[in-house]
T-cell receptor, first 111, second 111 residues
Framework: DAGITQSPRHKVTETGTPVTLRCHQT?????MYWYRQDPGHGLRLIHY???????DKGEVSDGYSVSRSKTEDFLLTLESATSSQTSVYFC??????????FGSGTRLTVV | TQLLEQSPQFLSIQEGENLTVYCNSS?????LQWYRQEPGEGPVLLVT?????EVKKLKRLTFQFGDARKDSSLHITAAQPGDTGLYLC???????????FGTGTLLAVQP
């Protein structure tokens, strides 16, 4: 059930380069989210969207930007990647007051 | 910032044993969800509890939401190796759809 897909699954990039991660859904859900998962910190919200062109910051938004020009796509951009942004990134989708469906994640390494 | 603390952090048990995982907060949540995550994959929703005192059963898993809607527990009866994984609780903030995730409990069930 590939209602949500993330790309790429793995990426290695150099410090200072811009990086864009893509989340694509086929469920027509209103809400989309980007989380990062790090040992000792669990899942932390970066940004979320509650509709096309409607986005807001989460608890760890510094150094990240997002865009949602279509219902089905939510892009996460690291403007200038740093080693502290090495992490596993998860996208999730949901409808109002319903549990999340997560993608399989993107493992990003910044060297 | 609302925090959700889970205990224990790690649990290694033998097949057939029972266990309980706790999720505690000083904040009230409108609902609480439990997820299980396997290596290399995103979390998968197990259950959502909404009403204080609510108990839900999913085969050998029993979920309870505290009366004050600040805490929850997950009890597994007769654990099996297939139950191995990272268990995450997540609280929903008020009227928004944002989830705050707990720190996680890593469960290993030995055959």
């Amino acid at each position: 059930d590939a209602g949500i897909t993330q790309s790429p699954r793995h990426k290695v990039t150099e410090t200072g380069t811009p990086v864009t991660l893509r989340c694509h859904q086929t469920e027509n859900h209103r809400y989309m989210y980007w989380y990062r998962q790090d040992p000792g910190h669990g899942l932390r919200l970066i940004h979320y969207s509650y509709g096309v062109k409607d986005t807001d910051k989460g608890e760890v938004s510094d150094g990240y930007s997002v865009s949602r020009s279509k219902t089905e796509d939510f892009l996460l951009t690291l403007e200038s990647a740093t080693s502290s942004q090495t992490s596993v990134y998860f996208c999730a989708i949901s409808e109002t007051r319903v549990g999340y469906t997560f993608g399989s994640g993107t493992r990003l390494t910044v060297v | 910032t609302q925090l959700l603390e889970q205990s224990p952090q790690f649990l290694s048990i033998q097949e057939g044993e029972n266990l309980t995982v706790y999720c505690n907060s000083s904040s009230v949540f409108s609902s609480l969800q439990w997820y299980r995550q396997e290596p290399g994959e995103g979390p998968v929703l197990l259950v959502t509890v909404v009403t204080g005192g609510e108990v839900k059963k999913l085969k050998r898993l029993t979920f309870q939401f505290g009366d004050a809607r600040k805490d929850s527990s997950l009890h597994i009866t007769a654990a099996q190796p297939g139950d191995t994984g990272l268990y995450l609780c997540a609280g929903a903030e008020g009227a928004t759809n944002k989830l705050i995730f707990g720190t996680g409990t890593l469960l290993a069930v030995q055959p």
